[in-house]
């Protein structure tokens, strides 16, 4: 039997390019126009129609793959208004021609708050929180363990979801290349615990050395 995987998360929170990677895999029926480019409206992508209308996946032709990959943020935006996307209706229907499972994605909250007041005017985790807590048969993956993990942590995605995944791609060191969490990152100084933090390491034996022009430090092992 086909099998269907749901990226869904909160606006913002990676469904792009999350998309893409899955989209790599041959064997995967998925976004494979978002690879020719950085970004493209989600209108473009294969099963946005059908979002809209859960009722024409009875005329979507399932003998293409045995995998496919649909991607849909909560809320989605359609005509200039957000919608929460009919997944309880959608998946119903899918269900009638593969097995369906959903992979959640996460991002840190407060990058997440200022991703959607900057980009949509208006902070819509809470409603995306809310639609999640009715969805079955899921799995949480992240943003931010893509990241810092990259090849790794798709490796490791490719055993949880039993899903075919081209974690080894060289496309991958690309897509990867630029963290879209940067922008939203700023040096801390004087946090108040800081001066604490360093105390105990006197303490405790170890030399700390601040890295010039950054807020992060390197400790020292005295050999």
């Not at 099998?3 to 995967?28: C, E, M, Y």
């Not at 407060?110 to 969805?135: E, G, S």
Request: hydrophobic share 35%.
């Amino acid at each position: 039997m086909a099998r269907l995987l749901i990226l869904t998360g909160p606006q913002g929170s990676g469904n792009h390019l999350f998309s893409k990677i899955f989209a790599l895999h041959d064997k995967v029926f998925g976004w494979k126009s978002l690879l020719n480019t950085y970004w493209e409206g989600h209108h473009h992508e294969p099963f946005a129609k059908y979002w809209t209308d859960p009722e024409l996946l009875h005329e979507f032709d399932w003998t293409q793959k045995e995998h496919y990959v649909t991607s849909i943020s909560c809320p989605y935006v359609n005509n200039k208004q957000p919608h929460i996307p009919k997944y309880e209706k959608f998946i119903e229907i899918a269900s009638q021609y593969c097995e369906v499972s959903v992979a959640i994605l996460g991002r840190d909250s407060n990058i997440l708050q200022y991703q959607q007041q900057r980009v949509r005017k208006k902070h819509t985790t809470p409603m995306a929180l809310d639609a999640f807590q009715h969805l079955h048969n899921r799995t949480f993956i992240s943003l931010e363990l893509l990241y810092l993990y990259k090849h790794s942590y798709l490796e490791q995605l490719k055993h949880d979801l039993d899903w075919p995944i081209a974690y080894q791609h060289p496309e991958i060191d690309e897509i990867l290349s630029h963290d879209t969490n940067e922008k939203y990152i700023q040096d801390v100084n004087n946090y108040w615990l800081d001066s604490e933090v360093h105390r105990a390491i006197e303490q405790s034996g170890y030399i700390y050395r601040p890295c010039i022009g950054s807020c992060i430090a390197k400790v020292l092992e005295i050999r």
